[in-house]
């Protein structure tokens, strides 16, 4: 059994020297417009061509189908975008409103910042956020399409095939309105580069779903909805509520495909999703601690990273963007394996409350377009 230390290279979770030098050993300088990551993985064929032989995927796989929308002609790329509305949401996420900033930034490298620098902090934070979904996008692109290659069902084969072309409707809108609405994009996040190299180089295909499927895309739409409730801009809420209908249905088929595969394993081998599951979530956790952002806006992420472990609203946000992601592992019985080894895990994490919560699997359909939503034409 692996120690913390083990798996994410350090003993305490918060340490903050051990979580700013991801970003000094993996981090992108921007200017390169390929990476490279191995692929281990064995292409799958099946010669078993008989369809509904699950029938929850085939049941997702028919869903699929009738619910794809056009990110060019569905979404009104006309609407004129005004910056503060995307500063009120990330007010919001900060707890940092005029009435509070002074009594919250005292004896901070905040302390003496204008309204118009915390303005700043809040686009650039924003534009950084949905730079990571972005990249996460294409990232679930890639691993989709690995999926379709290597999970030996047929029924899985024909829905992560509708996930690809999800995924790259997904991407295509995000740096739509990155790059046409705001100012550009950030680059990837050395964290979430870490776990997308990770997820990829895995050779076993249930990995792959863990990984992706589950934490990643988990992750996505929980942080979704909760700026879908929360922004007031029109055209990024119309795009964030397409977007989910269709993250939903790919957490469920992570769900779904790997609640029947995990039944079979050994303790052992759950032991290694465990592991991996941990490790992802930590991962993600320091993702959304944004040193990019802190490094643009002139401050050392050092100096300001103690502040966001401690900060009491950052903390709530964080933790909240695990509300799909305990319910799924505990669907699948990553929790309370091997004597509640993740369980501990989530607890240090403080996010194993939400396991109480309804899992992807019973609850993707409630994310559905309806029928005037799914306006596109065809021809």
Known sequence: MSTTEDLIGRADVNDIEAIEAIMAIAAEDGEANIRAVKDHADAIFTWDYEKGRRPALNKLYEKAKVSMWNGETDLPWDTAVNPMDLVELQRAQFGMTPELRKENTRGTPFEKWSDAQFDELALESNNWMLSQFMHGEQGALICTAKIVETVPWIDAKYYASTQVMDEARHVEVFARYLDSKLNGHYPLNAHLGLLLED??????WDMTYL????????????????????TTEPLLKQLLRYVMSDEARHVAFGVLSLQEYYAELTAAELMERQEFAFEAAVRMRDRFMQQEVWERMGLNPRDVLPLLIDNPNRLLFQQMLFTKIVPNCKKLGLLDANDGWLRTRFQELGVI???HLTDTSDEYQAFALSDAELKTEVG
């Open 211 to 230: 990984g992706m499927q589950i934490m990643v895309e988990g992750l996505a739409l929980a942080a979704f909805g909760f700026m879908h409730q929360m």
């Open 353 to 355: 409350d939400f396991e």
């Open 199 to 204: 997820i990829i180089e895995d050779s076993r």
